[in-house]
């Protein structure tokens, strides 16, 4: 009798303390606030934005004019730190003086300006700090990768033009060293000394001439980075005198 | 009024100031007969089970009366924060409302602004275009005024030695006359004559290569 007093009593306390189980609490304060403590990412990357908006591809740009004694040229360059851009050899060669002009028509000082032995590739000093520079491709590219070209064909306006890199071959005017690159991109006279870039933003070559089929021609960026690495490769620019007539 | 006392059995007991009859005690009760056979023991098993269940419906009671009042403080509680938290949604409400008409005002002003600043770049990449072709039409300027001035200089220089041979032609031929006239040569006629032929050639040179410097 007694033990089924005790089954009772504890089946009682069993069902009492599983429904204290399912009972709904107490409701907590309200909350005062709403935000979430973890901010949400930015839908803009800063890093891409400068002042004026214009973006990294053009802002590394630059504008080189050759004074020659008896000739006046143009050609394009690209920065690879804040005072140092690329170009051809054939851009600074045989100048009188050079000049410089960024994507915004600022003018900068040419400090020293040298010319590779083995390749159409120039070197060029500058006093003022370029706000862009893009980073070099750890490879070369491979054919059918996209490819962009920034530079001033013709001398004009700077013009961002995209194509593909169709394949390697021999370099048709016998001035580099190894092999060089065919791309799809439309090119110009003005245009060389030109980043070639790849999608990443990253320089893939040195656009330096075109054939016949409008197709541009690219020192790899393999070239260019085996020639920085050797200080005895770049020789100084020689610059040309103006002799009197007689 | 007398003193009664009753006792067990019930039978009355005079004590006191009486003037009755003594009667003697009688024994409370009569000691239970040593032979009678003893009866089973008392069944009290329903009496424990009706104050069992009687515990535990009471126990029962009190519990349910707690669960019941824990529910109605939870749902007045519940219903409180309902309140409250549907005046914090009303709130939230108008200040979404309030920031989407801002967000949209935002956006209109963010997509003129793009689109001026479009507008500036383009205008931005054009100035720059116009002043690198005005610096490369200064430079051919610059480069076409030195080469007129070179063009000059030599122009200048071909005519003072245009002139130095036409003096010396001059003295010649002078000369000339007075031997003719005369009858007798001047000495050193001859040196004269390979002085300016030479001077005459530079000067022809001179002319040349100006004239060539011109027809480029």
Redesign the interface.
Known sequence: MRRRGLLVASLTATVVLASCGVLPPMPGPVPTNYIPSVAPPPTLDPAILSADGMDATRRMAVRIRNVGCDSLSTGTGFAIDPNTLITNKHVVADSQYLQIQTYDGHDVTVTAASMATLADLAVVRITEQLPSFPQLSEEDPAPGETVVVVGYPNGGELTVTQGEVIRSTRDPLNENLGLVFLTSAAVEPGSSGSAALNSAGEVIGVVYAKNQRNQSLLVPVSTLRMLLADVTAFVPVGTCEVEPIN | MPLVSTNVAGSPILSGMTDGPQVSPIPNAAPPPSDLPSGPPPNN?PR??AR?WLI?AI??LF?VSG?AG??L??AS??Q??SA??DQ?NID?GAEVATLRTDLAGTQAELDAVRSQ??T??ER??????E???I??QR??QR?LT??QT??T??AR??AVRLEECIVGQQEIISLLATALNSGQTSPGIDDLIQQVDTVCGIAAE?HD??QE?IGR
């Open positions: 098993e424990m089970v069992v535990a126990a029962a519990v669960l824990y529910l403080n939870a509680q519940w409180m924060h409250q938290m914090v939230l600043l479009s500036a770049q931005i990449i054009e100035l720059a275009n002043k690198a072709q610096g490369d430079e051919y480069q030195d080469y070179r063009v200089d030599a220089l071909v001179a290569n100006l410097e």
